[in-house]
């Protein structure tokens, strides 16, 4: 039986803290691991799996999955709760790895932007051009049009430099200054250049959102997937537990540790910023809402960033039809680092602290204070699964094979600037 999942149906599970599944021995738990999203979970598994540890695996939420959470709604529509997540990589070995756990479905995202009354592709590519300004230019003069209106910057640094670079800044105020400003709460001068360098600009008709290898979604979705993941006698499972709490409670050897960075210092040298979102879930009585899974409201004149329509992204045929509205905001849960010098900056002092903090490891995208995707996650902790292996006196080799992958696991940094195309 499946027990780890009281958020299963929408809705919000049991507020007390769950069970222990399964007994933690007479010497405590291998590895206690915070956070059961893609960071925790794939650490609990390769642990168990890969080199037999016992493993206590916490959420404070009532799931598992993290913010890759997917559930079916009252209306039976299969739902993200944290918004969009779209899977892609470019990696053989993470598609490899999690294709262990699930059954895939081929998608791939498209994305319209409300720009002028219209919508058009986002990524700018030579639809949006000619649509936006009535013409019929092949590939050659589209990049002639961009090239002539694209702004001459001397060092690309930030995410406003990066786009007039390109485009010039009549596309950057109609796509991307006030979808940014509304995002971030912050200009795109204030913000690194790696933020808006994830959108690339295209002179063909390509109108996917993303130019990976691999681009398919879970075929029964996430939460299923992370089930088929964690369902192992030596990984149990602690749900609206915190870490706080559970620390108190239960003894374990090392410590995975994948919340707030600066949390777990008390916020020693002051709180690291991220940039939180507020989600409005819909289910309209019509069978389809918009033409494609996202649309973007670049326009300051609405609160939200985009609206999602699930059923592009999971295939789902339905009556009905369930979308998500994005809202920024500063407060709330924690969902994107705000990449920008300062912040860089102060992460580097936690930075310092976690590495001299013996038996935990930082990992994911709030403990690493990486704006990264599912995909850079989960090398990211295959990464470190390898490390902790060889650690351990297992061969390099022999670290590889158990983390069930050919190649050796990528190293982190160089993805956290990766652009999508
Ligand atoms: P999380 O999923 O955040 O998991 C961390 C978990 O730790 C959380 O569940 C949290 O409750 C728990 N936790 C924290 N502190 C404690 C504590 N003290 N005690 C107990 N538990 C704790 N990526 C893509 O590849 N494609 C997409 O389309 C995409 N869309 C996204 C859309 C949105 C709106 C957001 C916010 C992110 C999106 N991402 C996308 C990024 C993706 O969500 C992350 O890369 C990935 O989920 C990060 O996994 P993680 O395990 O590092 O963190
Ligand atoms: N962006 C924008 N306009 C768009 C799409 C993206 O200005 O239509 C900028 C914005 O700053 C956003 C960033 O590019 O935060 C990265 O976009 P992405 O779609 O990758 O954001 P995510 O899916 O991670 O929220």
């Not at 969009?84 to 490899?96: E, G, K, L, R, Y």
């Not at 791939?108 to 219209?118: F, P």
């Not at 709490?245 to 050897?253: F, K, T």
Request: glycine share 8%; proline share 7%; no cysteine.
């Amino acid at each position: 039986m499946r027990d780890f999942n009281p958020g299963q149906g929408g809705g919000q599970g049991p507020s007390a803290p769950a069970y222990v599944r399964r007994p933690e021995g007479p010497a405590g738990f291998d590895y206690l691991i915070v956070g059961a999203g893609f960071a925790g979970s794939v650490l609990a598994e390769r642990l168990a799996v890969g080199l037999g540890k016992r493993v206590l695996l916490i959420d404070r939420r009532p799931h598992i999955g993290g913010n890759a959470y997917d559930h079916h709604n009252d209306d039976g529509l299969l739902i993200h709760r944290y918004g969009p997540h779209i899977f892609h990589t470019n990696s053989q070995q993470v598609a490899d790895y999690l294709s262990r756990f699930t059954k895939w479905r081929p998608y791939e995202h498209r994305v319209l932007a409300s720009v002028d009354a219209q919508f058009v592709p986002i990524p700018i590519n030579r639809t949006t051009v000619n649509r936006l300004y009535g013409l019929d230019l092949d590939e050659a003069g589209v990049a002639t049009f961009l090239k002539d209106r694209a702004e001459p910057v001397a060092e690309v640094r930030t995410s406003e430099d990066v786009v007039v670079g390109a485009v010039g800044r009549e596309l950057y105020e109609k796509f991307f200054r006030g979808y940014t400003r509304k995002q971030w709460g912050l200009d795109p001068s204030e913000l690194d250049k790696t933020v808006t360098a994830r959108v690339p600009t295209r002179t063909n008709d390509d109108d996917r959102y993303f130019g990976d290898s691999f681009q398919n979604m879970p075929l029964h979705g996430y939460t299923r997937m992370f089930e088929n993941m964690l369902d192992h006698p030596n990984i149990t499972i602690m749900l609206n537990a915190d870490f706080r709490d559970v620390a108190r409670e239960v003894q374990y050897r090392n410590l995975i540790y994948s919340g707030p960075v600066d949390e777990y210092f008390d916020h020693r040298f002051g709180k690291l910023p991220y940039r939180s979102l507020t989600f409005r879930h819909e289910t309209v009585d019509q069978e389809w809402f918009q033409a494609v899974g996202v649309v973007n409201y670049p326009g300051e004149d609405v609160p939200y960033t985009r609206i999602t329509e699930y059923k592009h992204l999971t295939g789902q045929t339905h009556p009905k039809t369930s979308l998500t509205y994005e809202f920024p905001s500063a407060v709330g849960d924690p969902y994107y680092p705000v990449p920008k010098p300062e912040n860089a900056e102060l992460y580097r002092k936690y930075q310092e602290l976690a590495d001299a903090t013996p038996n935990v490891h930082f990992v994911g995208r709030l403990a690493t204070y990486r704006y990264y995707n599912m995909d850079q996650v989960v090398g990211q902790a295959l990464a470190l699964f390898a490390r902790i292996a060889k650690a351990e006196g297992t061969t390099a080799e022999a670290a590889r094979a158990l983390s069930g992958v050919g190649a050796p696991a990528p190293a982190a940094a160089p993805m956290a600037v990766a652009p999508k195309a």
